[in-house]
């Protein structure tokens, strides 16, 4: 059974950082291309950063320089790393974990940006 547990979200004043977390489990991890996506109430579900197994990233223009994704292959785990946050990255974040067909998503995680 694949279970994707996320971490670390919260509420954050513009200008601050936050880390998500997301360890996975029933699967072979660093065999999984990750992802971090986010979605804004009354907004479609968006993708924030991509990182391949090969360690290809892409980020959304809007989080270019501010984000980092990264992965520990021992611990399971796949990191957003928040800088300079702005009240519009306020959402529900989602990890995603893909191969092939096969996709799966934790349960979201809520980011608040506020003063």
């Known amino acids: 059974q694949v279970q994707l547990v996320e971490s670390g979200g919260g509420l954050v004043q513009p200008g601050g950082s936050l880390r998500l977390a997301c360890a996975a489990s029933?699967?072979?991890?660093?065999?999984?291309?990750l992802g971090w996506y986010r979605q804004a109430p009354g907004s479609k579900r968006e993708s924030v950063a991509l990182?391949?197994?090969?360690?290809?990233?892409n980020y959304a223009d809007s989080v270019k320089g501010r984000f980092t994704i990264s992965r520990d292959n021992a611990k399971n785990t796949v990191y957003l790393t928040m800088d300079s946050l702005k009240p519009e990255d306020t959402a529900v974040y989602y990890c995603?974990?893909?191969?092939?067909?096969?996709?799966?998503w934790g349960q979201g995680t809520q980011v608040t940006v506020s003063s």
């Open positions: 995603n974990v893909r191969l092939g067909f096969n996709a799966y």
């Open positions: 029933g699967i072979i991890f660093n065999r999984y291309n």
């Open positions: 990182l391949t197994i090969e360690g290809n990233t």
